[in-house]
């Protein structure tokens, strides 16, 4: 008899010991996502065919409960309240055998500047023949530039190894469904197209935001955090466009803002107006992608138009997913070929709220050269 006990717990030894530990993971909102209004609470015990082991979890926010949920799906609604505030989201399951499983989550707040302090203004500039190819090779002396029809001086230039600050914003709402196989291997093709050395954010977006990866992680971690994608709720496309040139900041070189989404927006707390007088407000370029709803309806496209245009990039519109890939290509295409231009404005400090037209020319006028650049900037006192 002792000999069939000892057989038995020997047996069962390295079957225990392959047995996965159990834990515990909040999967929305993500750490560091920006979060405001409804949002869905949701955790998964991983494995989850060990799940059955938890007979409850229980959500809290900044401190306070929630709610308290018996089984699986483990998930439930909360209001974030309005605007982008910091939380601190915390899940509690409870086993079967008395013990805890405990993750914390925290999300990040939002400030939105419309309006900035301009010492120096930066240009991205791309240069085209008459055919649409690329010109490359111009010297600061190829170009003039003016400010309100005042000629500046270029007191910046810069062609080659420009460093590349960009956040690509990915439209994870629930119409992105059928979408979303084809959506991720397009962006993964965009993001192994990008240069080593570009400093690259991944944002997903429905109407909440999320940080996905950041710009010192690694291309794989940022191909792992696109497989991970998943569609679901509203869109702010006006909040993740302001949060992501917020996040570019104001530093020298380029930086680009790449969005795409596939319909109007529906949960924002900023206004179409505010969007885009922060648009005006950055030197980063931004361009749309634009699929389904968004290439269809003419009022959808043309804010996408006007976004794009103004900040010198373009928007990209198609009902067919399948050419999502080449829209990507043109941009990387495009991002290779900028000139960066940076000359001091006209009234350095004056904090008029005005918008002030930029204009480049070709030094030389025989050589038709058709030219894309910033059509101006907004500056004034920084209000949030």
Known sequence: MCRRLAFAIALAAPLAAQTPELSLRIVSPGEDAYVSGPV?????????TRGDLVTQVNFFADGRLVCQIPQGPFECAWDAGPGIKEHHVRAVGLRKDGGRLVDNVHTKGAEFAEHVEVDVVQVTVVVTDRDGRFVNGLGGDAFR??????????????????????????????????AMPKVKEAVKRFLA????????????????????????HNAS??????????????????????????????????????????????????????????????????????????????????????LAQVSGGRAFQSDK????????????????????LGYPPVAIGKQDNAWREIRVEMSDPVKRHRIRARQGYRAGPVTR
């Open 193 to 216: 197209a990008l240069r080593p050395d570009d400093r690259v954010t991944l944002l997903a977006f429905n109407h909440n935001i999320f940080t996905l990866a950041r710009r010192e």
């Open 40 to 48: 869905m609470l949701r955790a998964l015990i991983d494995p989850l």
């Open 321 to 340: 997913i399948e050419q999502l890939t080449s829209a990507f290509g043109d941009i990387v295409e495009e991002l290779s070929h900028q000139y960066l």
């Open 145 to 178: 530039l003016f400010e309100d029809n005042a000629p500046r001086p270029i007191t910046y230039f810069a062609a080659e190894n420009i460093p590349l600050d960009l956040i690509v914003a990915i439209d994870v709402s629930s119409s992105m469904s059928e």
């Open 221 to 306: 971690a940022r191909m792992r955090a696109v497989d991970r994608l998943a569609a679901w709720g509203g869109t702010a496309l006006y909040d993740v466009i302001a949060k992501g040139l917020d996040m570019l900041g104001h530093e020298q070189g380029r930086r680009a803002l790449v969005v795409f989404t596939d319909g109007e927006d529906q949960s924002s707390h900023i206004s179409e107006a505010q969007v885009l007088r922060r648009v005006e407000a950055s030197d980063a370029t931004v361009f749309v992608i634009g699929q389904g709803r968004g290439a269809r309806i003419p009022s959808l496209k043309e804010i996408q138009n006007r």
